[in-house]
């Protein structure tokens, strides 16, 4: 559920009508409902209940410093994937000892500014970074907190491009492999064994393959537990779907109680880093038809965002429900394929949809609160759209349109 709803025929962003915030702060630009974000995290914190738990949104999906910064105010952890992310979660005064460290390519500096600020566990996804991390605590002088990222070989049944637990990814270790991994840990001198973890994928609609992967995961912490070696928490990644056009993913509730009832009473706190559904519906794309073009073949709607600002439909198919702002519209409907200025032909938010338009309309792009503005570029010197943030009735500008100094700083010319 979010907080985006059509009051009287206008689009309203929690109390704020949207075509206020057009005129106010132009377009494209990103919005964000506080309410919505809080709810969401909310579900999953309530979710798991008493069960001991953190909730560590992926900064990924959303890395702007107002989000991270409402989320660490309701306790939040985080997990980051570079050190710029982690940087980011300190900055929005999030607490490391609740952020996790993922990413198949940690680097020395990276991992040493996470020992430096005390994160709470570095998930490994290789051999030869167990040995790094090693090293790298060893000459800082302290013990690194870790967890293997074990591929389960689950087909999560998503897009190629965000499947990532089958065996010919490259992210994680074969389950094989993490046993002698968790040996090697265990007797290295300056690492702790602390948790196990997995992401098998994103945008998972069904709870099947989750389930596989946390079976595989219990069974190999029952059999490490035989050998000495106890693993303190399970992290089961993120990957829970949201509806962008009529999937029916299942809530953080039935997934709570999935988790819940096959850890039975192992001691093991449970964290999740989920990132979708938190701020998928949470953000809208704001965008203005700048003209209309009628071929033989097709409508186009001529829009100000373009594929630099939202990649998800050229990049992986992805559909986002595109609506107008302002209901009524006496223009014809059509089918109309809602593209960018973008020199490429992948440059499309949406095509063939049925819309009324008129030079000048505004369109919200929906469910883009998630690998929306993080994705985006400066492809076409095109400059970053700002991104609002709505409370009730107020609205603040969390991050400004970016201008043409801000594009080419760092940039000289030749002597
Ligand atoms: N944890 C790890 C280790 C991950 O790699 C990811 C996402 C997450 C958590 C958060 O997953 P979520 O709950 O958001 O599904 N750009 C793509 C999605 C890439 C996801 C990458 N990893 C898209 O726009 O669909």
Redesign the pocket.
């Known amino acids: 559920m979010d907080y985006f709803n059509d009051r009287d025929g206008v689009l309203h962003a929690e109390d704020v009508p949207v075509t206020e915030l057009a005129e106010r702060f132009g377009t494209p630009c990103y919005v964000y409902s506080r309410a919505t974000l809080e709810r969401h995290w909310r579900a999953f914190d309530a979710a798991l209940g008493d069960h001991p738990h953190l909730i560590c949104y992926?900064v990924?999906?959303n890395s702007n410093l107002a989000v991270l910064n409402l989320l660490a105010r309701l306790g939040s952890g985080f997990?980051v994937?570079s050190g710029g992310e982690l940087e980011r979660v300190l900055r929005a005064g999030g607490d490391p000892a609740r952020t996790v460290f993922?990413g198949v390519g940690k680097q020395v500096w990276e991992m040493r500014r996470a020992l430096e600020v005390g994160i709470r566990c570095f998930?490994i996804e290789s051999g030869a970074e167990l040995e790094r991390l090693n090293d790298v605590a060893g000459a800082t002088g302290c013990r690194a907190p870790v967890s293997l990222r074990v591929n389960p070989d689950v087909d999560a049944g998503t897009h190629p491009y965000?499947s990532?637990g089958l065996r010919e990814n490259k992210f994680g270790v074969d389950v094989d492999t993490a046993m002698a991994l968790y040996r090697r840990a265990a007797e290295l001198p300056h690492l702790d064994v602390a948790g196990i973890d997995c992401?098998i994928g994103?945008?998972l609609t069904r709870l099947a393959p989750l389930r596989d992967a946390l079976d595989r995961l219990l069974d190999m912490i029952d059999r490490l537990a035989a050998e000495g070696i106890a693993v303190r928490h399970l992290d089961l990644?993120?990957?829970?779907g949201i509806r962008y056009r009529d999937e029916t993913p299942p809530g953080p509730a039935a997934y709570a109680r999935a988790l819940r009832e096959r850890i039975g009473d192992r001691a093991l706190e449970i964290m999740l880093?989920?990132?979708?559904?938190i701020a998928g519906n949470a953000g809208i794309l704001l965008t203005r038809v700048e003209y209309l073009k009628h071929t033989p073949e097709r409508h186009f709607a001529l829009v100000d965002a373009a594929m630099n600002d939202l990649i998800?439909p050229a990049l992986?198919g992805?559909w986002h429900d595109i609506v107008p702002v302002v209901q009524g519209s006496p223009a014809e409907m059509r089918a109309y394929d809602v593209v960018g200025p973008v020199c490429e032909s992948a440059d499309f938010l949406g095509k063939e949809r049925m819309l009324a338009l008129t030079a000048g309309d505004l369109l919200a792009v929906r469910s883009a609160g998630?690998?929306g503005f993080v994705?985006s570029s400066n492809y076409n010197t095109r400059p970053r759209a700002a991104e609002l943030l709505v409370d009730g009735t107020q609205v603040y500008v969390v991050r400004e349109r970016e201008n043409f100094e801000q594009m080419v700083a760092g940039e000289c010319l030749l002597p």
């Open positions: 992926a990924k999906a997990d994937v993922s998930n965000i990532t992401h994103s945008q990644g993120g990957g829970l880093e989920p990132g979708r559904a998800r992986y992805g998630a690998y994705m």
